[in-house]
């Protein structure tokens, strides 16, 4: 533990990672790259940055996020998981998509899991939105979501696509079926939004 905390106290005075990190900062604003955002974000954390560099990188990622997914929706794009950018923007929506469930906010929270459902093009990822909409569509609070339906043993933290729940205790065609109501709601809603387009 120690040799860590020394480790990075050696990094907040070394020179040629402080110049990376400002060319990555440089880099983010310039191409408006979310993927940049994180890179940056996961580096001033490691470094225990002030809260409001924190917030000011996080701001930016979840503002681009969204500027990204109303071009999309409006070109009728979708979300490739296997492009870096597209996954890294993704995630920022996800991750404000889950924040609200955590606020209790369902509503909210289900608008964007299935705007994410609707998005991104990879089935399994996708299926596993329509089951986070449907899960807040029920009603089920947050902590239960978490405490009692994911299962987070399986995950292969390798897998660029980790920091989505995509594991539960039930298999996914088993939860498709326990909220078949909430699903054809949803599936109606995205109909909706197809049609508004």
Known sequence: MQEEEL????L????????????????????????????????????????????????FIVNTAFDVLAEKLSTGGKFDMDDYEDLATARA???????????NE?????????????????GTLAESMLIHAAVAMAGVSFD??????????GVDESDPTAFFIQTYVDPI?????????????????????????
């Open 144 to 153: 239960d979501f978490i405490e009692k339906m994911v299962d987070v043993s």
């Open 173 to 197: 065609d088993t939860l498709l079926k326990t909220y078949e109501k909430e699903i054809t709601k949803a599936k109606a809603e995205i109909k909706a939004l197809e049609a508004s387009m």
């Open 93 to 103: 929506i996800y991750e404000n998509g889950i924040q609200r469930y955590s606020e």
């Open 106 to 122: 369902k509503k909210a929270s289900k608008e964007l899991f299935l705007i994410l459902y609707f998005t991104i093009k990879d």
């Open 12 to 59: 907040k005075k070394n020179e040629e990672f402080l110049g990376n990190l400002k060319d990555i900062a440089k880099e983010m604003r310039e191409e408006n790259s979310i993927a940049k955002g994180y890179q940056l974000l996961d580096a001033k954390l490691l470094l225990e940055a002030s809260e409001e560099e924190i917030n000011e990188i996080f701001s």
């Open 7 to 10: 480790d990075i106290e050696a």
